[in-house]
C-alpha cells in the first residue's frame, strides 16, 4: 500500500484565502469578509471599542450634550462612563452614580451604542470623558467634550460715526457655535429693518461657516439712519452698536482726542479688522 502524505500551507490575501496542497491542485475558496473588517476583529473575539462613532463632541452652553460610545461584542460585560477630571464614576449600565443629575446614560436593547447625556452643561464640564468596559482588566476609550458659548461682536463697537450718503456697512461676526446660526437678523432702535422699505438701499449679506459673518449695508446713509443698531444671532447673544450719521461736523470723540471709529471704511480695512478678530485668541 502506498501512503500519500500531504503538507498543507496557508496563504492569506486581502481578498482570498488558499489551501495550497504541496503536492496536487490549488484549492482556493473566498472569504467575503473585506481586509478592514478582518484588521478590526480583535482576535479573541472579545469587547471593543468602534472608535468611528465615538468621537470628540462639541456642545452649546445649556443645550444638552450627548457623548456616544459604541462597544462590540460586549457579551455579558458592563459599561460605565468616568469623568476624568476628578476620577469620578458617573454610570454603571443605565444606572447614575452621582449625585449630579445631569449626568444620564442610556442604551436600546439590540444596539452596541451607550449614551452619556449631559444636560444644561457648562463651560466648566468640558473635559475628558471615558467609556468603560468592565473586563479584566478593564478597557476604556476617552472623548474630550468642549462646552463652548459662541461670542458674537460687531467690527467697530460700541460706538461708530459715519459721514453723509455715504454707504454704511456694519459687520456682525459669531464665533465658538458648533453649528452656524439658523438666522441672523438686525434691529434699528429696537424695530426689526425691514430690507424691502420705501426707503430703499438696504441689504444684508450673510456669509455662514465655522465664523458666521452678517454684513448689514446702508447705502446714501442720513441723519434718520442713526441709533442703536443690533444684531441677532438665532444661537448666540445678541450685540449693539451706536452709529452716528455725521453732517460734516467732527465727532465729540474727535474734539477730545478721543477714538474715531467710521462704519463707511473701506472693505479692505474691515476684513483686516475681522482678520484681527479671528485670530485673536479667546
Known amino acids: 500500500m502506498r501512503c500519500l502524505i500531504l503538507t498543507l500551507g496557508l496563504l492569506v490575501s486581502d481578498t482570498t484565502l488558499c489551501l495550497v496542497k504541496v503536492q496536487g491542485p490549488t484549492r482556493c475558496t473566498a472569504d467575503h469578509r473585506t481586509h478592514e473588517n478582518r484588521a478590526s476583529e480583535p482576535l479573541d473575539r472579545g469587547p471593543y ?28 460585560k458592563t459599561v460605565s462612563w468616568v469623568r476624568h477630571r476628578d476620577i469620578h464614576l458617573l454610570t454603571v449600565g ?53 462646552v463652548v458659548e ?4 460687531i467690527i ?19 464665533r465658538h457655535s458648533p453649528e452656524p446660526p439658523l438666522v441672523i437678523y438686525w434691529t434699528h432702535d429696537h424695530e426689526v429693518i425691514n430690507y424691502d422699505s420705501p426707503r430703499g438701499g438696504v441689504s444684508v449679506i450673510t456669509e455662514k461657516g465655522e465664523v458666521t459673518t452678517s454684513y448689514l449695508l446702508i447705502q446714501r ?55 484681527t478678530f479671528l485670530n485673536h485668541p479667546y
Open 49 to 76: 471599542f468602534d472608535v468611528s462613532v465615538s468621537r470628540n463632541v462639541t456642545a452649546l452652553v445649556g443645550k444638552t450634550a450627548t457623548l456616544n460610545c459604541r462597544v462590540r461584542n460586549l457579551g455579558d
Open 150 to 153: 459662541p461670542v458674537t461682536i
Open 221 to 275: 446713509a442720513q441723519p434718520a439712519d442713526s441709533g442703536q443698531y443690533t444684531c441677532h444671532p438665532s444661537n448666540a447673544n445678541t450685540k449693539t452698536v451706536l452709529v452716528h450719521v455725521l453732517n460734516g461736523e467732527h465727532p465729540a470723540a474727535m474734539q477730545h482726542g478721543g477714538q474715531l471709529r467710521l462704519a463707511n471704511l473701506p472693505f479692505v480695512m474691515i476684513s483686516t479688522t475681522l482678520l
Open 156 to 174: 467697530g463697537e460700541p460706538e461708530m460715526y459715519i459721514n453723509r450718503d455715504s454707504t454704511m456697512n456694519l459687520t456682525c461676526v459669531v
Open 94 to 146: 443605565v444606572e447614575t452614580y452621582t449625585s449630579d443629575q445631569r449626568f444620564v446614560a442610556s442604551h436600546f436593547p439590540h444596539t452596541e451604542d451607550w449614551t452619556l447625556q449631559v444636560k444644561y452643561p457648562q463651560r466648566r464640564d468640558s473635559g475628558t470623558y471615558e467609556c468603560q468596559v468592565s473586563t479584566t482588566p478593564p478597557i476604556g476609550h476617552s472623548m474630550l467634550l468642549s
